[in-house]
């Protein structure tokens, strides 16, 4: 008997208004070690505030939040277990890149081997040494997914992961993704592309309005739509919803 | 050590900052020019003392708002790291408040240093300047963490920076001025005394009045100042009042930091 995967990310309950209006409604969900789960949903359905609140950033107004078998509050230990990037990364414009890296590993005072092979596929060493100033867009984002995967993390959350960059850095990405799932990694990720998503994903957390209105595995999502592709499954689920 | 961490970084950023090098050419160059050709010595001092208290103020709180809301992202990836949110907000406030100050010293002492213009009598006069201009820059650079960490609006929250500088450099004066001819038949002095203490500009103008003996200049109602912000009481009250200038934002923005959501 092949054994389930346990939970390594669980909420209960879990409600967040901002000004009064609620984000998320009181959402109940779980993330499977070792996967890789989309948390997907039209624009407003609260993706990225859910990401927030796994990071500590947005406080939770009812329920809680367990990663790695911590409740989510005011000590931070947790994090070390946990590589995020940002939708919009936007570093100091006065520091090189090679700087920022190393605030990054001070503020961790990480002793084990980094992962620097994004660093290398994404070819950053000649840009690491000028201001961020300079950089275009993409290669912010390249250092940006470079910096979230270089402390080896069990957890990897990632925001709109490949906007930005070129086909060539995406597939580069996408493959690192895989790599990182194959040795352990617990990968959630947030993402408008979904066709970019249907060779990543194992699992689906689907949100519309602050709920969650599908969780399960892709085939599940298949199965319930009757479509084999994630575009229109996810279409159908919001039809579904409509009517 | 996260504090000291984030705060070196910072350092580094905004040593670099075209803005802060501009804001210490410019203090440098307007204080060697009134040195040279606007009388030097004492004259140079009071001159300073006006756009010390209109510029400094007005930097601090202008650019550390500006500063903090493009630096809102970069605190989010901050925040994301396992690190303690007091902690990073020492080091977020050391790293904005204290190269600005760094700044304004420069600007102003090394002309001063360089012509030779801060020694005999004009030393307590100048330590006087030099020493409220920096504590200008730490209460406005609170100011400005405190707005940032309230208005979440980058719009809004620059609007109310520069509101908050107007009202600190111009519309309180105005008040004063006010209630001054409003109630010109009664003792006003200590009533005055009482609102000077209530603005960390007006108590800073006044203090370094007092030290260029230009006290006289404001008949009675100098000797009276003279008199309280001499004696021990007043010299507490003045510091203390500034302190709490300094503190009472820094508090208050520190317990938003550590409540708010990013």
């Known amino acids: 008997m092949i054994p389930l995967p346990c ?19 009181g959402i109940d969900f779980a993330v499977k070690a070792g996967r890789v789960t989309a948390i997907l949903g039209p624009n407003g359905a609260g993706k990225s505030t859910l990401i927030r609140v796994l990071l500590g ?29 940002p939708q919009h990364p936007h570093f100091p414009e006065n520091l090189t890149g ?59 959350l990632l925001d709109e992961p490949t906007a930005g960059l070129d086909p060539v850095a995406s597939g580069v990405l996408k493959a690192h993704i895989l790599s990182a799932r194959a040795a352990g990694a617990t990968v959630l990720l947030v993402s ?31 199965e319930i739509t009757g479509e084999s592709r994630l575009e229109p499954a996810v279409a159908r689920l919001m039809q579904r919803k409509a009517s | 050590m996260t504090a000291m961490t984030v705060f070196r970084y910072e350092l580094q950023d905004l040593r670099r900052s075209r803005w802060v090098m501009g804001y210490t050419l410019c203090l440098l160059l307007l204080t060697e020019a009134l040195l040279r050709f606007g009388g030097g010595g ?9 756009v010390v208290l209109g510029v400094v103020p007005l930097v601090g709180i202008v650019f550390g708002t500006m500063y903090l809301y493009g630096s809102r992202s970069f605190i989010q990836l901050l925040l994301a790291q396992p690190v303690g949110r007091g902690e990073l907000f020492a080091g977020l406030y050391a790293g904005l408040a204290l190269p600005l100050a760094a700044g304004f010293l420069l600007g102003v002492g090394l002309p001063f240093v360089w012509d030779g213009g801060g020694e005999g009598a004009l ?56 209630v001054a001819t ?9 009533p005055l005394i009482g609102l000077i203490i209530l603005n960390p500009i007006d108590l800073a103008r006044v203090a370094m009045l007092l030290q260029l003996d230009t006290a006289a200049l404001m008949g009675y109602t100098g000797a009276v100042f003279e008199r309280f912000f001499g004696s021990a009481v007043g010299v507490w009250l003045s510091a203390g009042a500034l302190i709490l200038w300094w503190a009472g934002p820094l508090v208050a923005a520190h317990r938003r930091f550590c409540r708010n959501d990013f």
């Open chain 2, 42 to 50: 004492p004259r140079a001092v009071l001159s300073l003392m006006n």
């Open chain 2, 123 to 178: 030393a307590g006069p100048l330590a006087m300047l030099l020493g409220a201009g920096t504590l200008l820059t730490l209460v406005f650079t609170a100011l400005a963490m405190l707005v940032s960490l309230r208005v979440n609006d980058r719009a809004k929250g620059l609007g109310l920076a520069i509101l908050l500088w107007l009202v600190a450099t111009a519309l309180y004066d105005a008040l004063i001025v006010l």
């Open chain 1, 57 to 85: 950033l947005a406080r939770l107004d009812e329920g809680s939040v367990t990663v790695s078998g911590t409740v989510v509050g005011d000590d931070p230990a947790y994090r070390a277990a946990i590589g995020y990037m």
């Open chain 1, 98 to 156: 090679r700087e920022v890296v190393r605030l990054l590993r001070e503020l961790r005072g990480h002793t084990v081997p980094e992962d620097d092979e994004l660093f290398v596929a994404f070819a950053l060493a000649a840009e690491l040494d000028k201001p961020v100033r300079v950089l275009s867009g993409g290669t912010k984002q390249k250092l940006n997914a470079a910096l979230a995967f270089m402390f080896r993390p069990g957890i990897l």
């Open chain 2, 182 to 190: 409003t109630f010109s038949d009664y003792p006003l002095e200590l």
């Open chain 1, 7 to 25: 939970t390594v990310i669980e909420g209960i309950g879990v409600t967040k208004r901002y000004g009064g209006v609620p984000v998320l409604r």
């Open chain 1, 192 to 222: 408008h592309v979904l066709s970019e998503l249907e060779d990543l994903v194992d699992d689906v957390i689907f949100l519309l309005e602050g709920r969650v209105e599908f969780l399960g595995s892709l085939r599940r999502l298949e």
